[in-house]
T-cell receptor, first 117, second 114 residues
């Protein structure tokens, strides 16, 4: 089945530093990947849609200069949280869509727990 | 923007009981999806519904896509301890400008009765 991985699974950083999170589709090509943020006891909130070879589309209220997204290949999208602050601490989850399967299904990664001190 | 109202927010289950949860929306969705999320992990798809009125089963799980396209329910029959977790409904937008985005409900947390 379609597998999506994320790296790292956990990261702790100091306030003001930048953190990069990778999302990979392991056994399929994903022209579109999505990035979500989930705070404790809350739902998944879509941050941005990442399209291979083009600029990401950000949801309202998400700062594109703070959350840099790069989707340089059909199997890899990265999210960089720049100048992270404690309020950026959250669970970041990516998903990837496998168009070739004929089913418009998104496969989710295992998530990355970011803690900013 | 679109919002999904999911209820109940939490419930306790005893092994063997049937469980029901639902989602409603003020917007029409073309696809309804139900996911389960275990602590510290990403959501896993349980059931996908593509047609209004569709009733689909996956083992002990049954879900229906409401006729109005604005609601869906998920039933779990004869619950077992591993059913514990958080269940999310999600509506998928398919319009040209929507790009297949998912809108998630607030989640229903299933716990074991003390």
């Amino acid at each position: 089945g379609a597998v999506v991985s994320q790296h790292p699974s956990r990261v702790i950083c100091k306030s003001g530093t930048s953190v990069k999170i990778e999302c990979r589709s392991l056994d399929f090509q994903a022209t579109t990947m999505f990035w979500y943020r989930q705070f404790p006891k809350q739902s998944l909130m879509l941050m941005a849609t990442s399209n291979e070879g083009s600029k990401a589309t950000y949801e309202q209220g998400v700062e594109k200069d703070k959350f840099l997204i790069n989707h340089a290949s059909l199997t890899l999208s990265t999210l960089t949280v720049t100048s992270a602050h404690p309020e950026d601490s959250s669970f970041y989850i990516c998903s990837a869509r496998d168009w070739s399967s004929g089913v418009n299904e998104q496969f989710f990664g295992p998530g990355t727990r970011l803690t900013v001190l | 923007g679109q919002q999904l109202n999911q209820s109940p927010q939490s419930m306790f289950i005893q092994e063997g009981e049937d469980v029901s949860m639902n989602c409603t929306s003020s917007s029409i969705f073309n696809t309804w999806l139900w996911y389960k999320q275990d602590p510290g992990e990403g959501p896993v798809l349980l059931i996908a519904l593509y047609k209004a009125g569709e009733l689909t089963s996956n083992g002990r799980l049954t879900a229906q896509f409401g006729i109005t396209r604005k609601d869906s329910f998920l039933n779990i029959s004869a619950s077992i301890p591993s059913d514990v977790g958080i269940y999310f409904c999600a509506g998928q937008l398919r319009g040209y400008n929507q790009g297949g985005k998912l809108i998630f409900g607030q989640g229903t947390e299933l716990s074991v009765k003390p």
